[in-house]
């Protein structure tokens, strides 16, 4: 169940490119932290290294220390796939399986990990639905494709596809960016339900988002061009908002920012 | 916004119909606005159908090559067929159900096709069944497991196989191939000789059989399943190989989640490609498969010939055209054949593309 997370030196890089540079932080259980900062920064990187999506990219490759409640997942023994099951991923555009219907996209996961019992998985896909406040809407068609939803009923079906096998910590890499507002906010919603019973880390670019949704807030920027990103500070969202230790923070979330 | 065809609302849309003459009842009701207005040059007004010079040349051309194409393949059909019927009428056999294919006498003609169907059917479907698998094994290899420098010299050296000449292909089946299977051959005789496609073939030249015919063909269809499944699988979508990924889904579990169900289609077609190519392949099978008078068993080490390999042996020897349109009508029956197959081939592949 919800862990905590632990970041100790992490850099990331692209091959000889230095992506993200020395990134320490900490993301308490059963809480939300939004990564923000313009556009390259590498905040999106920090998120992909949190479950070892990043090495998948040819040539990607991360050090120091990420720990999951004190265990480091970039362990020499641990298998990559076993850190995927347990934190869960939403991505930025919606991802449905397109050929699975609602319900196998929901329960992929567990398939995943062996589970075969239909009753259970029915179960489950119904409590992952309800979780991802989607349930109402799709009940009468669970057999129909995934593609068949609106995009912002897909996002809430990935999001009950990341639920279902009750992942440790959930990743969010803008989830909302290509949602409109009124499904934006139903995402919302679910984020600030979601934290009673995960650990959330959220990529956004929406900075009232990260204001609305987050409990912490970090700032992410790189000094320039070519440059790697860094973490420029971290702290409570309500701080971060409205009296930021950091000038460049201050910069950038009052809108002056070159 | 000056046009008085885009300012006129609705009349502006029945303007270029006005002209024709054909809806003045609904020109009438507003007549004396914008419709006394000498009509402008068409262009810019909706539904024009004026056509810049470059446009209509290029279409004429793009239009020449679609039905120039269409009434190439409708001439070969009716020249097969106008070639086919007069010694259809003559044949003292049924063309269909006959086995024994006698068209050198112009005075006796007696000729089916069955045994040709069967064999060709029976190499095709052989090489088919040993190439697809390798084929699928290659192509999901090139795109999910061979990191890049080598996919791509790898996929190069694929490509290269389909641009051996067939004749080659013939050669090697015959004097490298065919001994080195041998051995493989006279075990699987002995021991599953029960079952009919392993029985004792009706040749007695060893090696110049289905079985070899068949995996040289497999090799030769080989780099068009590939090629085409390969160019498939590479466009499965990143984000549903990451949906995968992050879901803690194995190498081969993104393969069997994502990558498969979006390139089956691709594949089956692929294949039906190939198979299309075998159908009507010649020399190779020339060169390897062994004549015979006796009929074929359906063994797969019995000779025979295909359509395309009885009509290249026979040929050279027609001298009068009963006889020459006993083999076009045979002729005929492969393309037909490869008609349908590719049909198929496009079938499968709108039915899913229409999901997609």
């Known amino acids: 169940m919800a862990k905590r997370l632990d970041l100790k030196d992490v850099n990331i890089f692209y091959g000889r490119f230095h992506a993200v540079d020395n990134v320490t932080l900490s993301v308490a259980p059963r809480s939300v932290t939004a990564f923000i900062g313009p556009s390259g920064c590498g905040k999106s990187t920090v998120l992909r290294t949190l479950n070892r999506m990043h090495e998948v990219i040819p040539g990607a490759r991360v050090e120091g220390e990420v720990l999951l409640d004190g265990e480091n997942i970039y362990g020499s023994s641990v298998d990559p796939v076993g850190v995927r099951r347990t934190i869960g991923m939403v991505f930025q555009r919606p991802n449905p399986f397109p050929t699975m219907s609602i319900r196998d996209n929901v329960v992929a996961g567990l398939k995943l990990q062996g589970r075969k019992s239909r009753k259970e998985l029915d179960e489950v896909a119904e409590r992952a639905l309800r979780g991802a406040n989607l349930w109402n809407e799709v009940k009468d068609r669970l057999t129909k494709p995934g593609g068949g939803l609106s995009g912002g009923q897909q996002q809430r079906l990935c999001i009950a596809r990341a639920i279902a096998v009750q992942p440790d910590v959930l990743l969010m890499d803008e989830p909302c960016s290509a949602l409109d507002p009124i499904s934006t906010l139903a995402i919302e919603d679910l984020i600030a339900e979601l934290k009673t019973e995960y650990t959330i880390v959220i990529v956004t670019h929406n900075m009232q988002q990260a204001a609305r949704v987050s409990d912490q807030t970090a700032f992410f920027n790189l000094r320039a061009t070519g440059e790697p990103g860094r973490l420029v500070e971290i702290d409570d969202t309500p701080k971060m908002f409205s009296n930021p230790t950091q000038q460049a923070t201050e910069d950038y979330i009052s809108g002056r920012f070159g | ?356």
Not at chain 2, 120 to 128: D, I, M, N, P, Q
Not at chain 2, 135 to 144: P, V, Y
Not at chain 2, 160 to 177: D, R
Request: aromatic share 10%; hydrophobic share 55%.
């Open chain 2, 1 to 356: 916004m000056s046009d008085p065809t885009v300012t006129g609302g609705p009349t502006g849309i029945g303007e270029p119909a006005d002209r024709w003459g054909s809806s003045v009842s609904a020109a009438v009701p507003e007549a004396g606005i914008p419709a006394t207005e000498p009509p402008p040059p068409d262009q810019g007004s909706i539904g024009a159908t004026f056509v810049q010079r470059g446009d209509r040349i290029f279409r004429f051309l793009a239009t020449g090559s679609g039905v120039f194409i269409v009434a190439l393949i409708g001439a070969i059909g009716l020249f097969l067929l106008i070639q086919a019927v007069p010694p259809l009428l003559q044949n003292h056999a049924n063309f269909l159900t006959s086995r024994q294919f006698e068209a050198g006498d112009p005075n006796n003609l007696s000729f089916g096709i069955l045994d040709l169907l069967l064999v060709t059917v029976e190499v095709s479907v052989f090489a088919l069944v040993l190439a697809m698998p390798l084929g699928l094994g290659i192509a999901l290899f090139l795109t999910q497991y061979a990191p890049a420098r080598v996919a791509r010299p790898f996929g190069y050296l694929v490509d290269l196989l389909a641009a051996v000449p067939s004749i080659i292909f013939g050669l090697w089946g015959l004097f490298v191939l065919a001994p080195a299977i041998q051995p493989f051959a006279v075990w699987l005789e002995t021991h599953l000789g029960w079952f009919f496609l392993f029985s004792p073939g009706n040749v007695g030249i060893a090696g110049a059989t289905v079985f070899t015919a068949g995996i040289v063909l497999a090799v030769m269809i080989l780099p068009i399943i590939t090629a085409i499944s390969r160019e498939v699988f590479a466009r499965t979508p990143r984000a549903h190989i990451e949906a995968a990924l992050a879901l803690g889904a194995t190498k081969w579990e993104v393969v069997r989640m994502t990558v498969w169900p979006f390139g089956r289609a691709g594949y089956v077609s692929a294949s039906m490609l190939g198979l299309g190519r075998a159908l009507g392949e010649t020399i190779a099978l020339t060169i390897i498969l062994a004549a015979t008078p006796r009929i074929f068993t359906g063994s797969l080490f019995d000779g025979g010939a295909t359509f395309a390999s009885k009509i290249a042996l026979s040929f050279a020897e027609l001298n009068n055209n009963l006889s020459a349109g006993a083999f076009i009508a045979a002729g005929l029956v492969l393309f037909v054949l490869t008609f349908l197959v590719n049909a198929a081939a496009r079938w499968v592949i709108n039915r899913s593309g229409a999901k997609a």
